[in-house]
């Protein structure tokens, strides 16, 4: 399977109202080093719908990227409960999701 692959397949049981780091999925897919390159990945998820990159977010709770926007990422995760204030997850360590 291929890196992408498994980032989008890990993404995509993120639930509802939860947010977890890039740095964790580095972690959960054996490249402990790569959140870059997730990002990147994500940059270019080629069904959104299916894998919510919208709920990968920074380390230290900050939105991050979005190829949509980062108001549109806001505006994603606060429709499903999560509670961001200038451009921060608000109590992060609730919302975040753990693999």
């Known amino acids: 399977m ?3 692959d498994k ?16 740095s964790e999925l580095a972690k959960a897919v054996g490249r402990p080093k790569a959140s ?3 990002g990147l990945m994500l940059n270019r998820n080629p069904n959104p ?5 919208h709920r990968v977010v920074k380390s230290n709770g900050d939105l991050g990227g979005y190829a ?3 108001k549109s990422k806001m505006k994603l995760l606060e429709k499903e409960g999560v509670n961001v204030s200038k451009g921060k997850i ?8 753990d693999f």
Do not use: D
Request: charged share 20%; net charge positive.
């Open 2 to 4: 291929r890196l992408s």
């Open 7 to 22: 980032v989008y397949e890990l993404v995509a049981k993120i639930p509802e109202g939860k947010v977890t780091t890039y």
């Open 36 to 38: 870059r390159l997730i």
């Open 49 to 53: 719908v299916m894998v919510p990159c």
């Open 68 to 70: 949509y926007g980062s």
């Open 90 to 97: 608000v109590n992060f360590e609730k919302v975040n999701f």
